[in-house]
């Protein structure tokens, strides 16, 4: 008997007004993620990673009408009431975005960002909230803790911010962490000890995490099972530890292709060819059929549905096997 997913994202669509008209710009997204595991939403800009995070949220514009179902704990996020969602918001799960200079309020201490949730939601004291948040500074690697506090967002770094997010996301003692691309604004080395913050936090308190990120290796590292997006699909899931070896889809081939490997450093990269689509654009047949070598007649009239073989699922009507020879392969 299986348990139920702390999160569930089953089929879920996103339609949005592009130009006037509605059009769709998530057509399937299919996420699973058990209590205290991780898993990884990959894929290049436009795919709809971070609009599927946002529904988990329910971030999403007024005028976006959903299809589907996003369930945590069992519970419907598309039907919970607005008194319901805000206790959600801040009890819940939390969620660190990828640029922290847009989501604190300049105009107000660093202290006052990360105090304010405990004092108005929880009604917790304030002087234990200054305790609280100042051990989770400490906790992500803010060592002059009492000063960072006093101190506006436009006097730390983006490294130092970003820490301050992660904080104010712990500080919720959220079940689920949603990280969307927590790195990009950051420099290589920041990057590293800004993951290792996140995976240390997240392993100590148990917590479940969605982590949206374009890049597969660092997926791969962080996270049990990767599951990855084009052009407002999800079209391949299966456990990080066989990302390179065990990909079914030629999209998440091609994208293992097209980067450098540490490990082999003779592997010639590959380009992907033609153009990333975004979700509004998907065709009704594959969505990544222009841009892929095993393309047949079926995948230009006809949409992959997902199918599961062994631990992975992939949404391909001509699916690579083990035995097809290395990832990346343009046979």
Request: hydrophobic share 40%; charged share 25%.
């Amino acid at each position: 008997m299986t348990s139920t997913p702390l999160l569930r994202i089953d089929a879920l669509g996103i339609d949005l007004p592009v130009d006037g008209a509605a059009r769709t710009v998530v057509h399937r997204a299919d996420v699973a993620i058990d209590e205290g595991t991780a898993v990884a939403l990959v894929g290049e800009s436009g795919s709809g990673k971070s609009l599927t995070a946002r529904a988990v949220m329910g971030l999403l514009p007024r005028a976006a009408r959903i299809h589907g179902e996003v369930l945590f704990a069992g519970e419907s996020v598309p039907r919970m009431s607005p008194e319901r969602l805000r206790a959600f918001r801040a009890t819940e799960v939390a969620m660190v975005f990828q640029d922290p200079r847009a989501h604190i309020n300049p105009a107000r201490s660093v202290g006052d960002f990360l105090i304010e949730g405990l004092t108005t939601t929880r009604r917790v004291p304030a002087a234990e909230a200054v305790r609280k948040v100042t051990g989770i500074l400490r906790e992500v690697g803010i060592a002059d803790a009492g000063r960072r506090m006093r101190q506006r967002p436009h006097e730390l770094s983006g490294g130092l911010l970003q820490r301050v997010m992660i904080g104010a996301a712990l500080a919720a003692e959220p079940r689920l962490l949603l990280a969307d691309e927590p790195t990009t604004a950051l420099d290589v080395t920041t990057q590293e000890e800004v993951m290792a913050i996140i995976g240390e936090a997240r392993e100590a308190r148990g917590l479940a995490m969605l982590f949206i990120t374009h890049d597969l290796e660092l997926a791969a590292a962080v996270c049990d099972r990767v599951v990855v997006m084009y052009a407002g699909s999800t079209v391949e899931e299966l456990p990080a530890g066989r990302l390179r070896a065990g990909a079914a889809h030629p999209y998440t081939r091609a994208l293992l292709a097209s980067r450098p490997s540490v490990s082999d450093t003779t592997a010639e990269l590959r380009s992907i060819p033609g153009r990333p689509l975004s979700g509004f654009e998907a065709p009704d047949g594959c969505a990544f059929g222009e841009r892929c070598p095993r393309l047949r007649d079926l995948c230009r009239s006809d949409r992959p549905h997902p199918s599961t073989t062994a631990d992975t699922t992939a949404a391909c009507h001509f699916p690579h096997t083990p035995s097809t020879g290395e990832a990346g392969s343009r046979a």
